[in-house]
């Protein structure tokens, strides 16, 4: 049952997403993509991990240590699903299709989607369990 806190997890996620997207395309005029897409990423994950732990996941019954280490553990396996996801669709299947435009943009961005859902059971079972 997905409840209350699934649609302030996804605006939380959403907040968290963007400042993952902005910073990603910020840091892209400085370093290479996966890098620019790993910190991005850390900047997102922060962004997160406070606003779950005050917004969604309030009252959780586990320590401030645990969830940081469940939190991070959880966001490691999004993150390497983002790079999937993100290298997938920038450098093969949107070359292939022939859209080139903001193409590494638009493939972070479907990468940063796709593991909101494992993240979400993730963190409600595990990060922040009452």
């Given at each position: 049952?997905?409840?209350?806190?699934?649609?302030?997890?996804?605006f939380a996620g959403g907040v968290a997403a963007l400042a993952?997207?902005?910073?990603?395309?910020?840091?892209?005029?400085?370093?290479?993509?996966?890098?620019?897409?790993?910190?991005?990423?850390l900047i997102g994950m922060l962004t997160a991990f406070l606003?779950?732990?005050r917004f969604v996941f309030h009252g959780a019954g586990n320590?401030?240590?645990?969830?940081?280490?469940?939190?991070?553990?959880?966001?490691?396996?999004?993150?390497?699903?983002?790079?999937?996801?993100?290298?997938?669709?920038?450098?093969?299947?949107?070359?292939?299709?022939?859209?080139?435009?903001?193409?590494?943009?638009?493939?972070?961005?479907?990468?940063?989607?796709?593991?909101?859902?494992?993240?979400?059971?993730?963190?409600?079972?595990?990060?922040?369990?009452?």
């Amino acid at each position: 049952m997905i409840g209350r806190t699934f649609p302030r997890f996804l605006f939380a996620g959403g907040v968290a997403a963007l400042a993952n997207i902005a910073s990603r395309y910020l840091l892209g005029f400085m370093m290479p993509y996966v890098p620019s897409i790993v910190i991005a990423y850390l900047i997102g994950m922060l962004t997160a991990f406070l606003l779950n732990r005050r917004f969604v996941f309030h009252g959780a019954g586990n320590s401030l240590h645990q969830q940081v280490l469940w939190f991070s553990l959880i966001n490691v396996l999004a993150l390497v699903q983002t790079i999937l996801v993100s290298l997938v669709l920038s450098r093969w299947l949107l070359p292939w299709a022939g859209w080139i435009w903001q193409a590494e943009t638009i493939a972070h961005v479907v990468g940063v989607i796709v593991p909101v859902f494992s993240s979400y059971l993730g963190h409600k079972r595990l990060t922040f369990r009452r």
